[in-house]
């Protein structure tokens, strides 16, 4: 959720909490991504806006369990398995919601998997303001380091504020969600996560979705996810390998209306 600083509240936020090292990746970077949302293109983008929505149906957010009712979820924000190590404000309930529009392109990755044997797994989806405004005042909280050996061993916490919790997040305006995928075509029918190198919200250079830390089997996980959802319009954040942003979807509205 790296956040690029302006004259005010806040401009470009996708959720990168990683920044990548080295001039080559950051070469590669601003090449591959010269057209992508989740890079500034301007230090004047206009700030964005918090939605007065209080309800799902006000802001136009739907549960994707609506369009495929068995489709896997882990949200890792509604219970303590997160680098917070706790739930996070705004997630009462386990559900993913996104736009519609988001949401519909995802029933059709989902679609196109499974005639393959594979099956997503969602770890977040539309993300409450409050809940990063919770990000931001555990990364202020430097007492708290419950979480560093399994979320940011190589860090110190007092480099997450600002590089990697900022107080804007592209989850909030309801297009842009985090996700894995399972193998399912195991001879007992049931679905393994595919190794992808690093866990979910590892910050660290290794989650960059390109990078040369992990093996290639593990970067061909990661480029089977990326073509799936790419197929559907989804575009992929470079530094975190489960980040994808709905593509057609340019609205700069935030939400803050609690998962329940
Ligand atoms: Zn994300």
């Known amino acids: 959720m790296k ?20 001039a080559a990746l950051l070469a590669w970077v601003a090449l591959a991504c010269a057209s992508c949302a989740s890079v500034p293109t301007s230090p004047a ?20 369990r609506t369009l495929v009712p068995d489709i896997s979820q882990q949200i890792r924000y509604a219970g303590s398995e997160n680098f917070v190590g706790v739930p996070v404000e705004g997630y009462g309930a386990a559900r ?44 202020a909280d430097l007492s708290d380091q419950r979480t560093k050996a399994r979320y940011y061993p190589d860090l110190d916490k007092t480099q997450l504020l600002g590089d990697y919790i900022a107080p804007v997040s592209g989850h909030s305006r309801g297009a842009t969600l985090d996700l894995t995928l399972l193998d399912c075509r195991g001879a007992d029918g049931q679905c393994v996560p595919l190794d992808m190198g690093t866990e979910f919200d590892f910050f660290d250079a290794s989650a960059n979705t390109d990078s040369p830390q992990v093996t290639q089997m593990q970067r061909d996980n990661r480029q089977r996810l990326l073509r799936a959802m790419a197929q559907q319009g989804f575009r992929n954040y470079p530094m975190e390998w489960w980040h994808y942003t709905f593509a057609s979807h340019d609205s700069q509205v935030l939400y803050d209306v609690p998962l329940e």
């Open 96 to 139: 993913c919601y996104l736009r519609e529009s988001a949401a519909q392109a995802l029933q059709r990755v989902e679609q196109s998997l499974r005639q393959e044997g594979f099956r997503l797994r969602l770890f977040d989806c539309y993300r409450p303001a409050r809940a990063v405004r919770h990000f931001v005042r555990w990364a």
């Open 3 to 22: 956040i690029w600083p302006s004259n005010g509240y806040a401009t470009v936020t996708e959720p990168g909490r990683r920044a990548i090292r080295g």
């Open 45 to 64: 983008a206009p700030s964005p806006e918090l939605s007065a929505a209080r309800t799902f149906a006000e802001a136009g957010l739907v549960d994707i």
